[in-house]
């Protein structure tokens, strides 16, 4: 198969990470690979603040889990039974995973298409990452996280502009466990041919 589209298929989110740090070679093609993601009006103004503090991810990773509001899994309505989410199982301290490495991506407050743009910059950095063995999820509720004290003081101390906002994470870090998590069987009747 062409190994895009394989990399496309194989890619699943990993929640279950090395503690080891990932090597800078790789954190750079991942970001460069973020940052020729498409962008509306082809404007770049998604912004990746990239963390590996891990005093701090572990605290913005607690805010992280603290503002899920979703719904618990049960038996048969789950997230991942391999790799856990925090809808899978209470007990995970960490919105983040304990992941080594967690980006925010920000993008402008007012500006219509910042979750787009934020969300295609992290589909290619989680494909860049997956293609050279790095595990990745995206973890939402970013606005929530950094409209937190502790979130509104670092992107101040970063130099992010108070006019950007988070608008989506990617953990990431080399994956625990050695077999990839399994993909749920696709939903039927997603593609609807039309026109004919
Ligand atoms: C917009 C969006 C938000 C997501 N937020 C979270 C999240 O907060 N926490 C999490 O563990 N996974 C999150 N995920 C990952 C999904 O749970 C995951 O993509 C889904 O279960 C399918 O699994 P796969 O990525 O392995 O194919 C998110 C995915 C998307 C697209």
């Given at each position: 198969?062409?190994?895009?589209?394989?990399?496309?298929?194989?890619?699943?989110?990993?929640?279950?990470y090395?503690p080891?740090?990932i090597?800078?070679?790789?954190?750079?093609?991942?970001?460069?690979?973020?940052?020729y993601?498409?962008?509306?009006g082809?404007?770049?103004?998604?912004?990746i603040?990239?963390?590996?503090n891990a005093?701090?991810?572990?605290?913005?990773?607690?805010?992280?889990?603290?503002?899920?509001?979703?719904?618990?899994?049960t038996?048969?309505?789950?997230?991942s039974k391999?790799?856990?989410?925090?809808?899978?199982?209470a007990?995970?301290?960490s919105?983040?995973?304990?992941?080594?490495?967690?980006?925010?991506?920000?993008?402008?407050?007012?500006?219509?298409?910042?979750?787009a743009?934020?969300?295609?910059?992290?589909?290619?950095?989680?494909l860049?990452?997956?293609?050279l063995?790095?595990?990745?999820?995206?973890?939402?509720?970013?606005?929530?996280?950094?409209?937190?004290?502790?979130?509104?003081?670092?992107?101040?101390?970063?130099?992010?502009?108070?006019?950007?906002?988070?608008?989506?994470h990617?953990?990431?870090?080399y994956?625990?466990?050695?077999?990839?998590?399994?993909?749920?069987?696709?939903?039927?009747?997603?593609?609807?041919?039309?026109g004919a």
């Amino acid at each position: 198969m062409n190994i895009v589209i394989q990399n496309m298929l194989e890619r699943r989110s990993v929640r279950k990470y090395k503690p080891d740090q990932i090597s800078d070679e790789d954190l750079n093609i991942i970001l460069e690979a973020g940052l020729y993601a498409p962008s509306a009006g082809s404007r770049q103004s998604a912004i990746i603040a990239v963390c590996q503090n891990a005093e701090l991810n572990a605290a913005l990773g607690k805010i992280n889990k603290a503002a899920f509001t979703g719904r618990n899994s049960t038996e048969t309505a789950y997230i991942s039974k391999d790799q856990p989410s925090i809808a899978d199982n209470a007990a995970i301290q960490s919105g983040f995973y304990h992941a080594p490495t967690v980006l925010t991506l920000f993008a402008p407050k007012n500006f219509l298409y910042s979750v787009a743009d934020c969300c295609v910059a992290a589909q290619n950095i989680m494909l860049a990452a997956h293609s050279l063995g790095v595990g990745s999820c995206m973890v939402a509720r970013a606005e929530d996280t950094f409209s937190s004290e502790l979130g509104r003081r670092l992107q101040k101390e970063w130099g992010i502009d108070e006019t950007y906002e988070a608008k989506i994470h990617v953990t990431l870090g080399y994956p625990a466990d050695a077999a990839p998590p399994t993909a749920k069987p696709r939903k039927e009747r997603r593609i609807i041919r039309v026109g004919a």
